[in-house]
């Protein structure tokens, strides 16, 4: 049985929909007229390199089992969808037309399903020591999940590390490091059908006779896609200077011992919250993940274009660890370095988007 999925952004989004289109599922991407226009005539190109290859292997969605098209916000139906996926980064949701959807989908009562770094605020009240505290100050607006029921929400681990070749098309996207979507479950089991039957058919393709990286991994811990807090606040935001920015491999390895000190700190908020030692990623893991990341994050890359929102998981954790009694100076001057550079930016004129 194939199942119709709805993924909000056509970016990130691409990967999870390739995955999904090579098991055999439907695909409608949610994105800009243009985009989509460029999506239904030439499909997709998601360039993956497969386990003992030197270079990188074009998947294309036209030669795929599952059916691909996009579509802009406001001519989605929402009655032809099993789930949906939110793949925007977290202020893209305040755009009128994706807030108008968001009612619908939340109307709906569809099951969501986020590979957001920043994980949507329903989901963060289904976690007991989250679910009073006050942390709507790090969205860019709040309101667009008040909706939401946050048994329907859940979350990926979205370790996979992508992007669009800036001199590439829009329906472009190079996977940098094929790790895994590490998925919580939903409240409702058989939404959690649904996501294992997905995990298994993405876990059985194959492209030439060869296995493909990026899997959809479920659990039944809520604190699983947690352990990406550790590594944004190591690697991402610090890739955030007062002056240039650098890559992720620069902000983890300048200084080893720091990065330790501040993946452990995260690791020991989620612990603080529930999390299993288990659930968490060893810090010798991503150190040596973080070895190839030579560009910077796509959050130094958008403040360094003048975005004047991001996705604020440095402030989501700041404000949690300080909430639970345990603030870190680190993570507090990571956040400063953030809210300088991008009133700086602001001041300036700068005007890039997302």
């Known amino acids: 049985m194939a199942y119709n999925i709805l993924i909000l952004g056509a970016s990130y989004g691409s990967l999870l929909a390739t995955k999904l289109l090579m098991a055999g599922h439907n695909v ?34 036209r030669g795929l089992p599952g059916t691909l098209d996009a579509i802009t916000p406001g001519d989605v139906d929402v009655s032809r ?12 949701y305040t755009n009128h037309t994706i807030r108008v959807l968001m009612i619908k989908i939340a109307e709906a009562k569809l099951p969501c399903l986020s590979i957001m770094n920043m994980p949507p605020l329903p989901y963060l009240k289904r976690i007991p020591a989250l679910a009073d505290m006050e942390l709507e100050e790090a969205y860019t607006n709040a309101q667009v999940w008040e909706r939401f029921e946050p048994g329907l929400v859940s979350l990926c681990s979205p370790d996979p590390q992508a992007f669009r070749p800036p001199e590439e098309a829009a329906n472009v996207l190079h996977v ?14 058989k939404h959690n059908l649904l996501l294992r039957k997905l995990e298994a058919d993405i876990d059985a393709a194959r492209l030439d006779g060869h296995d493909v990286p990026v899997k959809l991994k479920v659990s039944d811990s809520l604190f699983v896609p947690l352990a990406k807090w550790s590594m944004l606040l190591t690697g991402n935001y610090r890739c955030i200077t007062p002056h240039e920015p650098q890559s992720i491999r620069d902000a983890v390895h300048h200084d080893l011992k720091l990065s ?32 190839s990341l030579l560009k910077p994050s796509s959050a130094a890359r958008a403040v360094a274009n003048g975005a004047p929102f991001i996705e604020r998981v440095d402030l989501l954790v700041k404000l949690i660890s300080h909430q639970l009694g345990m603030p870190n100076a680190d993570i507090d001057r990571t956040v400063q370095v953030v809210d300088q550079k991008m009133n700086e930016k602001i001041v300036m004129g700068g005007s890039g988007a997302l």
């Open 176 to 189: 940098g490091l094929p790790t895994n979507f590490k998925a919580a479950t939903f409240a409702d089991e």
């Open 260 to 291: 330790q000190s501040i993946y452990d700190h995260v690791d020991a908020v989620a612990r603080r919250l529930g999390a299993d030692p288990q659930d968490q990623v060893p810090f010798g893991k991503y150190a040596k993940a973080a070895e």
């Open 28 to 61: 409608t991407l949610v994105c800009r007229s243009k985009t989509a226009e460029l999506i239904n005539r030439d499909g997709t190109e998601v360039r993956i390199r497969l386990r003992d290859e030197a270079v990188h292997r074009a998947i294309f969605s």
């Open 81 to 92: 969808y099993d789930l949906v996926g939110l793949a925007m980064q977290e202020p893209q």
